[in-house]
């Protein structure tokens, strides 16, 4: 069967691949390079694919963006918040997350990974 002979299973395909929002997004105002850290720290510590982050500049930092389900907004004078935590769908979409670490583990030891 020809890809292209089903317009329908096509379409689906190729709208896999079109992100509909922004997952994480780090906002600042003026200290990119700090921004880059928090983002640097998630990567590392927490096992959050790069591809999940975006970086933002905005005049009005912790101004929510709607379409995102998880924003750190960093203040000017040091300190963050977290203007949109969406949990229901963090916990449901992204618990794979917590498991790496322990999967990471077992690999070195040698064992086999858990299908």
Known sequence: MNLFSNPALY?????LN???R???VVTYE???AR???????????HFIPESLIK?????????????AIYQV??????????????Q?????????FKQLPQEKIKEKKGRERPL
Request: aromatic residues 10%; contains cysteine; charged residues 30%.
């Open 88 to 96: 229901k769908i963090l916990v449901n979409s992204f618990s794979v």
């Open 11 to 15: 379409i689906y395909l190729v709208a």
């Open 35 to 45: 921004a880059n850290k928090v983002k640097d720290y998630m990567v590392k510590k």
């Open 18 to 20: 079109v992100p509909a």
């Open 55 to 67: 970086v933002k500049w905005r005049a009005k930092p912790c101004q929510q963006i709607k379409n």
């Open 30 to 32: 003026k200290d990119l």
């Open 73 to 86: 907004c960093l203040k000017e004078k040091g300190g963050f918040s977290f203007p949109i935590i969406k």
């Open 22 to 24: 922004d997952i994480i």
